[in-house]
């Protein structure tokens, strides 16, 4: 069963400068020039002085997908909340859902008195400012309306099955896709007599014919990933996946302007006041004063990206978002960007010595050397550029990406590929690595082992099926294997994986990521925030008390806290002494090693301060265990007479803290 933790402590926002909310939508007021962003997990915010800062103005912890304006009406359509009206510049929101009865709102547009409410039930209409809703789907084939625009009396619906016309007001519809070969509508635009239509996978079609006939417009622009549509005057801007193309000729062709973008934008929403063109991404808002010469972040005040990666050395912790990488050396009481040289989305994160490896979604690898000052690209090699989960072992660095597995022996200056076994054309999501063994997980099949450094994989999927082969998260408790699934929850593997169980008695959960802290097991969710077990998974306890945001990307501990990277909420921590039986993590713990170089003998010293079992590992340069032990107590020599000269790696571990050191033997 799944049961509620009641504790009086809870979770804290530690988000002090971090930047780069996931946008959604944009408005601007033509009246006061206010400027409002919807957020993907944050509710609104408002900017009075064109993007220079930004403050929350209400629907805090809410998915907003649409903002539309009227006079001094702001009408915000939300994901599970409805309409909401505001009469006051956003200060105070009222929820208007009367006779609305799918209170997902995916689009908003104003005709007169004549509201119209596109949602995942079809087109919902009030003529009385929201007080109340009809449903007017006469004809509508296809109720997934994504997009509404009006000109004139007519109104025109774009659906995941065509484009739809109404000219009476909405009492009855008419499918308008002559021409059209991507019917899965994201947006649409009207100036004048042209209608633009932008599809999910087909680019943007054209109709100077109120939508009686379509053409393709689509030179130069990628036919995939459009996301919004945007016309001024003859220019016609489009946001994508892969940043905002302009067309000056009514769409004959395109260009990419992306010059000033701090990475590769996906950009869900244009907006334009006069010579301002601001453009919301899942990094924050840029702004453009020279039709899109150049852009600048306007992020101020934009202070909860996606978090998506958190990684922690010594007193340093490191969160991977949307905007890049930030650096917090006070446990997350304040965030720096470091940011030169890294123009990625960051997607994992991992350190060894003083080494910082970055994964990202569409550069690559980078590497620093100086806690995160400046980046580097390390790619040589790397044939696929999407780099989901990163691992050490030893002198080896392992890299999952969208279509294999990578691996490197020389701190990342080249790699090479290791697919012996694994299927061709998969998404590698996870990494995880004990002992010899070495643990992948895939995006629909399951989990595959290697027991020889990489250079040969087996399918270990036996209990993983279905739902269960989606793996996120791949962690170890004692001698047990967890793996957290998108779809199937959590599985438990007691026997190196040859076999798998499901252990979810909390019921059906898509799980992100796992932490493990003795005896206790962490897993971040999608919609059900932090599970913590203490039994091994057997029964699962929510420990949600403070977070505000449910859908919780990454773990990770340091010092005194636990920090969780949430969906569109930033970062937030909790003191791990308000779970039983975990410790304060001792950042102190440390490890030396002497004579370095060393012979036959060298004396290992443990800042232990906890007490902890310990046990040494060391690894040869290719990654293989070649010597472990129980330690028997902080200080001790060490015979290593049986090892070859050669640079190893020295490991300490315990149920709360693994130390690295690099060894040379040299006789």
């Not at 009246?31 to 800062?53: E, L, Q, R």
Request: hydrophobic share 40%; net charge neutral; aromatic share 10%.
């Amino acid at each position: 069963m799944l049961c509620v933790l009641t504790m009086k402590a809870q979770w804290q926002e530690a988000n002090s400068g971090l930047y780069g909310s996931w946008i959604n939508a944009l408005a601007i007021d033509p009246n006061t020039n206010y400027v409002y962003a919807a957020t993907d997990a944050s509710g609104i915010f408002i900017s009075t002085n064109n993007g220079s800062s930004w403050s929350a103005c209400g629907l805090a912890n809410s998915v907003v997908n649409c903002i539309s304006i009227s006079g001094t009406n702001i009408f915000a359509g939300t994901y599970g909340g409805g309409v909401f009206l505001s009469t006051n510049n956003g200060s105070l929101w009222t929820a208007i859902n009367s006779g609305l009865s799918n209170l997902v709102v995916n689009c908003i547009s104003i005709s007169g008195s004549n509201i119209f409410a596109g949602t995942n039930s079809g087109v919902f209409l009030s003529t009385n400012n929201g007080i109340s809703w009809v449903a007017i789907n006469t004809g509508l084939s296809n109720l997934t309306v994504k997009a509404l625009a009006t000109s004139g009396s007519s109104i025109f619906a774009g659906t995941s099955n065509g484009v739809f016309i109404s000219a009476d007001n909405g009492n009855s519809w008419t499918a308008l896709n002559l021409g059209l070969t991507g019917l899965d509508i994201q947006d649409l635009a009207i100036n004048g007599t042209n209608i633009c239509a932008g599809t999910r996978a087909h680019g943007i079609f054209l109709s100077t014919d109120n939508g009686t006939s379509w053409i393709p417009i689509n030179t130069g622009l990628p036919y995939w990933g459009l996301n919004t549509i945007t016309i001024n005057g003859s220019n016609i801007y489009v946001g994508t996946y892969y940043g905002v193309y302009l067309s000056s000729n009514n769409g004959n062709s395109w260009v990419l302007v992306n010059n000033g973008f701090l990475t590769v934008p996906t950009v869900f929403a244009i907006a334009i006041n006069g010579n301002n063109i601001f453009a919301g991404t899942t990094g924050g808002v840029y702004l453009s004063v020279n039709n899109c010469s150049n852009w600048q972040v306007v992020n101020t005040g934009l202070s909860r990206p996606w978090v998506e990666a958190i990684a922690t050395s010594g007193n340093n912790i490191f969160a991977g978002t949307k905007m890049g990488i930030f650096l917090s050396i006070d446990n997350g009481g304040s965030w720096e960007a470091i940011n030169n040289g890294m123009p990625g989305e960051v997607q994992t994160i991992v350190t060894i010595d003083n080494n910082i490896f970055a994964g990202t979604w569409y550069n690559g690898i980078f590497l620093s050397t100086n806690n995160g000052d400046s980046w580097t690209a390390v790619n040589n090699g790397l044939s696929n550029e999407q780099v989901s989960a990163l691992a050490i072992n030893g002198n080896n660095i392992f890299a999952c990406t969208r279509n294999g597995i990578y691996k490197s022996t020389n701190n990342g200056s080249s790699w090479v590929g290791l697919n012996n076994g694994l299927p061709s054309n998969t998404y590698f999501c996870s990494l995880a690595i004990s002992g010899n063994n070495i643990y992948a997980g895939t995006w629909d099949k399951g989990i595959f082992l290697s027991t020889d450094n990489g250079n040969s994989w087996i399918s270990i999927n036996n209990g993983l099926s279905g739902s269960g082969l989606y793996i996120n998260a791949i962690a170890f408790s004692g001698n047990n294997i967890l793996a957290g699934t998108f779809f199937g929850g959590i599985f438990l593997s007691t026997n190196n994986g040859t076999s798998w169980s499901a252990i979810n008695t909390g019921g059906y959960t898509n799980v992100y990521s796992l932490l493990v802290l003795g005896s206790n097991i962490f897993a971040s969710t999608q919609g059900s925030g932090i599970l913590l077990s203490t039994d091994n998974g057997s029964s699962w306890k929510s420990v949600n008390s403070g977070l505000s945001n449910k859908t919780d990307f990454s773990l990770a501990a340091n010092g005194s806290y636990i920090f969780t990277g949430t969906q569109g909420s930033g970062i937030w921590r909790r003191p791990l002494s308000e779970f039983v039986g975990i410790e304060e993590i001792n950042n102190k713990n440390s490890i030396a090693v002497y004579p370095n170089p060393a012979s036959d003998f060298f004396t290992l010293s443990v800042n232990n301060n906890n007490n902890a079992v310990l046990t040494l590992n060391i690894y040869n340069v290719k990654g293989l265990l070649v010597k472990t032990e129980t330690l028997k107590q902080n200080q001790q020599e060490i015979n290593i007479s049986k090892l070859s000269n050669g640079i190893y790696m020295v490991e300490i571990k315990s149920e709360n803290f693994t130390g690295k050191q690099k060894l040379i033997i040299q006789r």
